[in-house]
Structures are given as structure tokens and as C-alpha cells.
């Protein structure tokens, strides 16, 4: 636990750090990378009581963080630290992260590879979701569903995970509020979104 001043520290020392282009200066760094991804390894390995080792989750209602774009995962761990993007846990904990952590951190789960994952759902359901996926989702998400430095790396994704931000995007909820994604899934019925989750998931 950081005390109040060593938190301090480390408000004031992200604050003074511009992420993105921190990001593009390490990956354009050979000696740089490989120093981040041993930080990201450390860090990691923490994130693991929740979301898997390297990144793979075994929960269906955790999200994999393997293979996701790293200037997509900054984005969204920004998104914490700032409070745009809701959940106590995460917030708190991404806040105490020192600014080359953080950096670490994403450039070690873009790295990883994503584990095979079967939904075990039926035939019908896995091709209804491919047909509202090639209407819905591959503008951003891409055509194999591997997303990029704006979008989310959607395919092998856990299937809970999905179908509940889907959901959540859905219904405008504090958790996850996108234009974009409210357009999407504004028509989708539960039957859709179930769909769509057991089809993504199996994606590689």
C-alpha cells in the first residue's frame, strides 16, 4: 500500500509523462523494450490473480488482456487512472502504477498470445453471430476481430465478458459509454448479444 505522499509521487510523476508517445519512444527502442517488458512481466504477474497468466483469463466474466494492441491498452488503462472508465478496483490500483509500469506493463500483454478458446455453443448460434459480426463489427474491430491502436482485439475474447459489455454499451451504463458502440448494439436483442459473444470468443 503507498502511503499518501509516495501516491503523490506518483499523481505527480504521471501527470508529467506523456504515455503515448513514452509508449512509441520504448517499442522503437530495442534496449528500451526489452527493459519495459521485464517491468510488464513484474507487473503481471499481480494482474494474473485476475486476468490469467500473460494475460489469459479463465474467468468468463474477466477479460483476456493478452494480445491487446499496446496503444489500445494504454488508452484504457488512461481511461482508469482519469476515472472515465468505471470500476473502483481497477482505478485504485492503476493509480499507484509508476508511469514506466504502465508502460511495462502493455507492451508485455501486447506480446502475449491469446489462448484458444471454445464457447461450446451450438452450430446455429456461432453462424448467427458471424452474420451480425460481418454487419456490425469488422469497420473497427477489423475482419479477424484483432483491433488495433483505437479499437479493441475483440477475437478469443471471454464470452461473459463480451455478451456484459455488449450489454453494458448497450444500455449508455456509467461502466462503458460509447457513441460508437451505443449505435452499434442499440438494436442487438439479448438473443443477439449471447450470438455475437459465442462467435467472437471462438475467433483466433
Known amino acids: ?20 508517445a513514452r509508449l512509441k519512444e520504448v517499442q522503437a527502442n530495442p534496449k528500451q523494450l526489452e527493459e519495459a517488458m521485464k517491468t510488464g512481466r513484474r507487473v503481471a504477474g499481480f494482474c494474473a490473480n485476475c486476468h490469467g497468466e500473460g494475460g489469459n483469463s479463465t474467468n468468463p466474466d474477466i477479460p483476456n488482456l493478452a494480445g491487446q494492441n499496446p496503444g489500445y491498452l494504454l488508452d ?27 508502460i511495462g506493463m502493455v507492451v508485455f500483454f501486447g506480446s502475449q498470445a491469446v489462448l484458444p478458446h471454445r464457447s461450446g455453443a ?38 461473459g465478458y463480451l455478451a456484459k459489455t455488449i450489454k453494458r454499451y448497450r444500455a449508455g451504463s456509467v461502466q462503458r459509454s460509447d457513441p460508437l458502440m451505443a449505435a452499434a448494439t442499440s438494436l442487438l436483442s439479448d438473443a443477439d448479444v449471447e450470438a455475437l459473444a459465442a462467435y467472437v470468443s471462438g475467433m483466433e
Open 1 to 20: 500500500m503507498l502511503s499518501s505522499t509516495a501516491f503523490g509521487q506518483t499523481t505527480k510523476a504521471r501527470a508529467e509523462v506523456d504515455y503515448a
Open 76 to 102: 484504457q488503462v488512461r481511461q482508469f487512472a482519469e476515472g472515465r472508465r468505471k470500476n473502483e478496483f481497477m482505478e485504485g490500483m492503476i493509480r499507484a502504477l509508476k508511469p514506466e509500469e504502465t
Open 122 to 159: 451450438n452450430p446455429a448460434q456461432v453462424a448467427k453471430g458471424r452474420e451480425l459480426f460481418s454487419k456490425n463489427c469488422f469497420r473497427c474491430h477489423g475482419e479477424n476481430g484483432l483491433g488495433s491502436e483505437r479499437f479493441a482485439r475483440i477475437a478469443g475474447q471471454q464470452s
